[in-house]
């Protein structure tokens, strides 16, 4: 049920691109992307509720395809403040807003 | 407001013993998980609640492990006994119910070390 996120881990240049990837098993009615630093909780980015549709924080996007039951985030223009660990948690809709997070990917911007 | 607040942040104690770990939610929130967090497994859901009520407790991982929410200010999350495979970062957070689920707040966590 734990939503699949790859790659497992990236390591970027500042000022390079990244895509971060969310699959699921099961049919999604929302996607949710969070961002954690090492020590800390994790801290909402963005959510996702239709197909298709973009959203944007400061340089990271992210899209959601629900046919294909994936997510995915976008960081342009990496800066150093972007290294952490992101997580894609997902929304089965419905009468629930049960939140089950992936596996994590950890992204690591260098000067 | 001071977020979503949980005692303790650091917790160590001996194989057996019960711990609780309590959360405090941020005001108005109506929904209220408990996650936990190890480096082999990522972040668990162990159960969440909707206005106090608890929802869905899939993931408590075994009888040991227990949580109540008396009220909308308060959650408790209890395992006795402990065992050291219960050793990792215990998260908190709460949200607005809303269809798909709103943005989730997380207090802190509560580091637990059972040796």
């Known amino acids: 049920q734990q939503p699949v996120q790859s790659p497992q881990a990236v390591i970027l240049r500042e000022g390079e691109d990244a895509v971060i990837n969310c699959s699921s098993s099961?049919?999604?009615?929302?996607v949710h992307w969070y961002r954690q630093k090492h020590g800390e909780a994790p801290v909402f980015l963005m959510i996702?509720?239709?197909?298709?549709e973009q959203k944007g924080h400061e340089k990271i996007s992210a899209s959601f395809n629900e046919k294909k039951q994936q997510s995915s985030l976008y960081l342009t223009a990496s800066q150093l403040s972007y290294s952490g660990t992101y997580f894609c948690?997902?929304?089965?809709?419905?009468?629930?807003?049960?939140?089950?997070f992936g596996t994590g990917t950890l992204l690591a911007v260098q000067p | 407001d001071a977020g979503v607040i949980q005692s303790p942040r650091h917790e160590v104690t001996e194989m057996g013993q019960e711990v609780t770990l309590r959360c405090k939610p941020i005001?108005?929130?109506?929904?209220l998980f408990w996650y936990r967090q190890t480096m082999m497994r990522g972040l668990e859901l162990l159960i969440y609640?909707?206005?106090?009520?608890?929802?869905?407790d899939s993931g408590m991982p075994e009888d040991r492990f227990s949580a109540k929410m008396p009220n909308a200010s308060f959650s408790t999350l209890k395992i006795q006994p402990s065992e050291p495979r219960d050793s990792a970062v215990y998260f908190c957070?709460?949200?607005?119910?809303?269809?798909?689920?709103?943005?989730?707040?997380f207090g802190q966590g509560t580091r637990l070390t059972v040796v």
């Open positions: 957070a709460s949200s607005l119910r809303a269809t798909g689920g709103g943005e989730a707040f």
């Open positions: 099961k049919a999604l009615y929302s």
């Open positions: 996702l509720l239709k197909g298709g």
């Open positions: 948690g997902t929304g089965l809709g419905g009468a629930t807003n049960k939140l089950i």
């Open positions: 609640f909707n206005n106090n009520v608890p929802i869905d």
């Open positions: 005001s108005g929130h109506n929904s």
